[in-house]
């Protein structure tokens, strides 16, 4: 499977066993060259871009969305805030980290095994959410109805009422996931039930998986029980294109450092993000503040413009 290009970024599928590939991915992310996406990344993704990228949507593909679980207990480890930088929170890099060579020798259940050196207890804290399967729908495809009710569904899509403000999408923007997800499977599948969530059987053994996105064709379902160490593994990779590219006289990858300063001062859910990477390469011809300010200035809420041109005099030393 190739590439698949989107407006300044470039989605990589990187096939095989996950525990060969997610510390790689890891050491990209830490160099700034881009980022694996959540689930709700992925699914996103998918619905708006089905009509010119739909591999997207009819792919499965393993994320950053992480799933502990022990007994009764689900842990979602969301990998990312709501800011629009993709900047790990530190649960979530502990989690990917243990997706590993070594650990895939002794995986437990086809899972990391969370019951040596205090793992469980040390998958606390920002970005993690404690549910209970009791009273949750689960291992068996959802109506959208329930989908749009579904605590475990929606707290990794990240809705307002399920996750820390800090965290939380739109509510407008979930909804937009998980209807035209639904719009999707009926119009090419005919599909009345989809998004099932699918989880490991209860034990008393704590077990870490990566949440993958599977494929419209198999009711884009959420799956957290597939090996570690299986070959067919998929891992998406999303990297910012021609932003890596080096311009005369910046540094390299300082495109993205911009970027995701710049979303940190604006309100990320007023526009989409594809915005702001047209705006980057629109003016990497010519990079200085206003070149900069000029192509954002349409979608830069009127309190920031001044905090948004000095962190751009600051990063382009102006």
Same mark, same amino acid.
């Given at each position: 499977?190739?590439?698949?290009?989107?407006?300044?970024?470039?989605?990589?599928?990187?096939?095989?066993?996950?525990?060969?590939?997610?510390?790689?991915?890891? #050491?990209?992310?830490?160099?700034?060259?881009?980022?694996?996406?959540?689930?709700?990344?992925?699914?996103?993704?998918?619905?708006?871009? &089905?009509?010119?990228?739909?591999?997207?949507?009819?792919? !499965?593909? $393993?994320?950053?969305?992480?799933?502990?679980?022990?007994?009764?207990?689900?842990?979602?480890?969301?990998?990312?805030?709501?800011?629009?930088?993709?900047?790990?929170?530190?649960?979530?890099? =502990?989690?990917?980290?243990?997706?590993?060579?070594?650990?895939?020798?002794?995986?437990? $259940? !086809?899972?990391? +095994?969370?019951?040596?050196?205090?793992?469980?207890?040390?998958?606390?804290?920002?970005?993690?959410?404690?549910?209970?399967?009791?009273?949750?729908?689960?291992?068996?495809?959802?109506?959208?109805?329930?989908?749009?009710?579904?605590?475990?569904?929606?707290?990794?899509?990240?809705?307002?009422?399920?996750?820390?403000?800090?965290?939380?999408?739109?509510?407008?923007?979930?909804?937009?996931?998980?209807?035209?997800?639904?719009?999707?499977?009926?119009?090419?599948?005919?599909?009345?039930?989809?998004?099932?969530?699918?989880?490991?059987?209860?034990?008393?053994?704590?077990?870490?998986?990566?949440?993958?996105?599977?494929?419209?064709?198999?009711?884009?379902?959420?799956?957290?029980?597939?090996?570690?160490?299986?070959?067919?593994?998929? =891992?998406? &990779?999303?990297?910012?294109?021609? #932003?890596?590219? +080096?311009?005369?006289?910046?540094?390299?990858?300082? #495109?993205?450092?911009?970027?995701?300063?710049?979303?940190?001062?604006?309100?990320?859910?007023? &526009?989409?993000?594809?915005?702001?990477?047209?705006?980057?390469?629109?003016?990497?011809?010519?990079?200085?503040?206003?070149?900069?300010?000029?192509?954002?200035?349409?979608?830069?809420?009127?309190?920031?413009?001044?905090?948004?041109?000095?962190?751009?005099?600051?990063?382009?030393?102006?």
């Amino acid at each position: 499977m190739e590439n698949i290009q989107l407006e300044g970024r470039t989605v990589e599928p990187h096939y095989g066993r996950n525990i060969d590939k997610a510390l790689a991915l890891l #050491a990209r992310w830490k160099k700034g060259e881009g980022y694996i996406p959540s689930e709700a990344d992925v699914r996103l993704m998918g619905v708006r871009n &089905f009509k010119n990228s739909p591999e997207i949507a009819t792919n !499965y593909w $393993d994320t950053s969305t992480l799933s502990a679980t022990k007994g009764d207990i689900i842990k979602v480890i969301l990998p990312y805030d709501n800011s629009g930088a993709h900047q790990l929170t530190d649960v979530a890099e =502990f989690g990917l980290a243990l997706i590993n060579l070594e650990e895939g020798k002794k995986l437990v $259940d !086809y899972g990391v +095994n969370l019951d040596v050196d205090g793992r469980w207890e040390k998958l606390n804290g920002k970005g993690v959410y404690t549910l209970k399967r009791n009273g949750l729908v689960l291992n068996q495809d959802l109506t959208e109805e329930q989908a749009m009710e579904h605590k475990l569904l929606l707290t990794k899509l990240q809705h307002p009422d399920y996750v820390d403000g800090k965290f939380a999408r739109s509510a407008d923007e979930v909804a937009e996931i998980i209807g035209k997800t639904f719009e999707l499977g009926k119009k090419e599948h005919g599909y009345e039930t989809m998004m099932g969530q699918y989880i490991p059987e209860e034990s008393n053994k704590g077990i870490l998986k990566a949440w993958y996105a599977n494929r419209l064709y198999d009711r884009a379902r959420s799956d957290a029980r597939s090996d570690l160490g299986y070959d067919n593994g998929r =891992f998406a &990779f999303v990297s910012v294109g021609d #932003a890596n590219v +080096n311009v005369q006289g910046v540094e390299e990858n300082l #495109a993205i450092k911009q970027m995701d300063a710049i979303k940190s001062v604006i309100n990320i859910n007023t &526009f989409p993000v594809d915005e702001i990477y047209k705006a980057i390469q629109d003016s990497r011809l010519n990079v200085t503040v206003d070149s900069i300010y000029s192509a954002l200035s349409g979608v830069i809420a009127s309190d920031n413009v001044e905090k948004v041109k000095k962190t751009l005099e600051k990063l382009l030393g102006q």
